[in-house]
Nanobody
Framework: QVPLVESGGGSAQAGGSLRLSCAAS??????????MAWGRQITGKDREVIAV???????AYDNAVKGRFTISKDNAKTTLYLQMNNLEPEDTATYFC?????????????????WGQGTHVTVSS
């Protein structure tokens, strides 16, 4: 398992933007070559995977965030990002980054072996 540390959460108005970061090993010192993902957990609901990026850089998104959120990673492949635009109050949640022991991504939370501690995002109307 790889320690992952998220940052960048906070508060935003509806229609605003936030950018989340996730550093492998906490300081970005570990290169990630497998699938990485962003998940979120809304209070009272199960955690869900919302965006994935595979080892080749191909991305995919849950319909709830498609067209508004962008997942990316730096060239050194040690830091994962989630650019969130046109935020909605329904995006209020704790956001987590994750990686799994495969270069192929999955939408199943149980398929990811390493999760960060999470960073909270609050969007007000």
């Amino acid at each position: 398992q790889v320690p992952l540390v998220e940052s960048g959460g906070g508060s935003a108005q509806a229609g605003g933007s936030l950018r989340l970061s996730c550093a492998a090993s906490g300081d970005g010192s570990t290169k990630i070559t497998n699938c990485m993902a962003w998940g979120r957990q809304i209070t009272g609901k199960d955690r869900e995977v919302i965006a994935v990026i595979d080892s080749g850089g191909d991305t995919a998104y849950d319909n709830a965030v498609k067209g508004r959120f962008t997942i990316s990673k730096d060239n050194a492949k040690t830091t994962l990002y989630l650019q969130m635009n046109n935020l909605e109050p329904e995006d209020t949640a704790t956001y987590f980054c994750a990686t799994r022991e495969s270069r192929v991504c999955s939408w199943r939370v149980s398929h990811y072996s390493s999760w960060g501690q999470g960073t909270h995002v609050t969007v007000s109307s």
